[in-house]
């Protein structure tokens, strides 16, 4: 089976994937880490562009190891000193200009606002959105969905729940339309301050404290806090979060024997998750980092029509 070319052109958004082609991915991104598959390169080899305008170490790294296992070539660019922007050129003009360009693929983060999406959407280029802003994050649900399937052997009827900064993640906002539309059930877990406000998580069950969500949940995904996201929330006390929502080894008791827990990372050592529990039999955040380079190997190979032998 195969995704549509025209809908796999781009990926700016998780909802424009039908269940089918989710599943088609990570069936494709687990057949690419266990070697069954080996992808066939182009006879032109593709340029992309990683146009780097907020900060990023897996996502950025992950996009260009995929790349050039597939034979791509890459170019980077990252909003810093060495660019126009320090001389006050705008990112609406700075992403103008790389769009001039005409790479094959243009892989993009930025924090620009819904001007800036709409000039990456009307671009013209394929185009993988790797998070914009607090919206969405499409490639790292992709890869939380194949960890949670290779781990678990199915993600309907799993209990997943996002524990942490849920108002301002994209990881957990993409995650949830995904997991929803595989059939599983999703919850979050957050102090007052970090509750999303938006009516896409309206719907969703809550849980108040830690030790309830653990043990309701098969697949718990701890979130970092996004302070760079929050405009006033001064009263949010870091002292107090770490009492009631880090993921530990104290905490970690209520989560049953066969469940995971996983984090999209960067974490905040000893805010967000303890390192400790990264030896836990249970811990997934190695593995989806692993996942995600696969599974974003799968995504541009779906999108320039790579064939596998
Ligand atoms: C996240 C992101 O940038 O959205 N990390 C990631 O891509 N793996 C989450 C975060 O920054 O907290």
Not at 75 to 90: A, H, L, N, R, W
Request: charged share 20%.
């Amino acid at each position: 089976m195969s995704t549509s070319a025209q809908a796999m052109r781009s990926l700016q958004k998780i909802d424009s994937l039908s269940s089918q082609q989710i599943q088609h991915l990570i069936h494709r991104a687990l057949q690419l880490k266990k070697g069954e598959i080996c992808p066939q390169p182009l006879d032109v080899a593709p340029v992309v562009a990683l146009a780097f305008l907020e900060p990023s170490t897996r996502t950025r790294f992950s996009f260009e190891i995929a790349a050039l296992r597939l034979g791509f070539k890459t170019v980077q660019f990252i909003g810093d000193s060495s660019t126009s922007m320090v001389k006050g050129e705008s990112l609406h003009e700075t992403l103008q200009t790389l769009i001039a360009m005409r790479p094959d693929l243009l892989v993009v983060r930025h924090n620009g606002g819904s001007d800036i999406d709409k000039l990456i959407s009307g671009c013209g280029l394929a185009v993988i959105n790797a998070g914009n802003g607090s919206e969405e994050h499409p490639t790292q649900a992709l890869l939380d969905g194949a960890t949670i399937f290779e781990r678990r052997g199915q993600i309907e009827g799993e209990k997943i729940v996002f524990v942490g900064d849920v108002e301002h993640s994209r990881v957990a906002r993409s995650g949830r339309i995904l997991f929803q539309k595989m059939g599983a059930e999703v919850a979050i877990c957050a102090p007052d301050e970090l509750l999303p406000t938006t009516p896409d998580w309206s719907k969703s069950r809550r849980f108040s404290t830690i030790e309830e969500a653990l043990s309701w949940s098969s697949v718990c995904i701890g979130l970092r806090i996004q302070r760079e996201r929050h405009a006033s929330k001064a009263s949010l006390s870091q002292a107090e979060y770490v009492k009631k929502f880090r993921l530990d080894k104290t905490n970690l008791v209520a989560l049953r024997g066969d469940a995971i827990f996983m984090h999209p990372g960067p974490f905040v050592d000893g805010v967000d998750l303890n390192h400790d529990v990264l030896s836990d039999s249970r811990c997934a955040v190695h593995e989806q980092v692993t996942n995600g380079v696969y599974m974003r190997m799968a995504v541009m190979g779906e999108i320039f029509g790579i064939s596998y032998s």
